[in-house]
């Protein structure tokens, strides 16, 4: 049965992909500002890790479907997505501002 | 990134004495201002909903029951939830900000809030609206 397995190269390219934007783009890290961005229209993707609570991960992709946002669930918990952000924290969920130099946003959001 | 706290927009009320009640935006302070140096908007809503009308009610008791309680709030956007729905009133000439400054000019602004809100629930739109929301 072939199900839809994130194979390694696609899972580092978006480590990749996240490391060029940490380097030169704008970004916000965490639920509360998260939400923020989204309310502002300034979120252009959102990321969230695969051990946020469900509650919490609803309401953010409720809320990017009311603002038309695409939304990629990382394959990994909070403690990798914070090392793949180049931090020394947990990070839940981010929003991507400006992408810099990335081209994150043009090839994930097919991703849900 | 498609700005959706707009007026019209029907939300869920989450902190404060009217959690879990609907409302609807009227007006959105993105920016804040001066008192609010936050996201807010000015939101009327229901403070008692409509109760459960069945065939055997009489006419006197559908309109005890059709009847509505409003109320109105400036909100800070952390403390409500937005929703898929919308909510066309024309609220926009009754309630302002300045309706908010003195009690008698609330009241009178609820009032004409309740009337419009109980006239739009008569004719059986927006259902989900005016169902209260069970938690």
């Known amino acids: ?112 | 990134m498609v700005k959706f706290l707009k007026p019209n927009k029907a939300v869920v009320l989450l902190q404060g004495r009217y959690a879990g009640r609907k409302a609807v935006i009227i007006r959105s302070f993105d920016d804040g201002t001066r008192d609010r140096p936050y996201g807010h908007c000015l939101v009327a809503g229901i403070a008692k909903y409509p109760k459960k009308v069945i065939r055997k009610d009489s006419a006197k008791k559908t309109a005890k029951k059709s009847r509505v309680k409003a109320f109105i709030k400036l909100v800070n956007y952390n403390h409500i939830m937005p929703t898929r729905y919308t909510l066309d009133v024309d609220l926009k000439e009754v309630v302002s900000v300045d309706s908010l400054q003195s009690r008698d000019k609330k009241v009178t602004a609820a009032k004409e809030t309740k009337a419009r809100l109980e006239e739009r629930f008569k004719t059986g739109k927006n259902r989900w609206f005016f169902t209260k929301l069970r938690f």
């Open chain 1, 1 to 112: 049965m072939v199900t839809a397995k994130k194979t390694k190269k696609t899972h580092e390219s978006i480590n990749n992909r996240l490391a060029l934007v940490m380097k030169s783009g704008k970004y916000t890290l965490g639920y509360k500002t998260v939400l923020k961005s989204l309310r502002s229209s300034k979120g252009k993707l959102i990321i969230i890790a695969n051990n946020c609570p469900p509650l919490r991960k609803s309401e953010i992709e409720y809320y990017a479907m009311l603002s038309k946002v695409g939304v990629h669930h990382f394959n990994g918990n909070n403690v990798d997505l914070g090392t793949a952000c180049g931090k020394y924290f947990r990070v839940c969920c981010l929003s991507i501002i400006d992408p810099g130099d990335s081209d994150i946003i043009k090839s994930m959001p097919g991703d849900q």
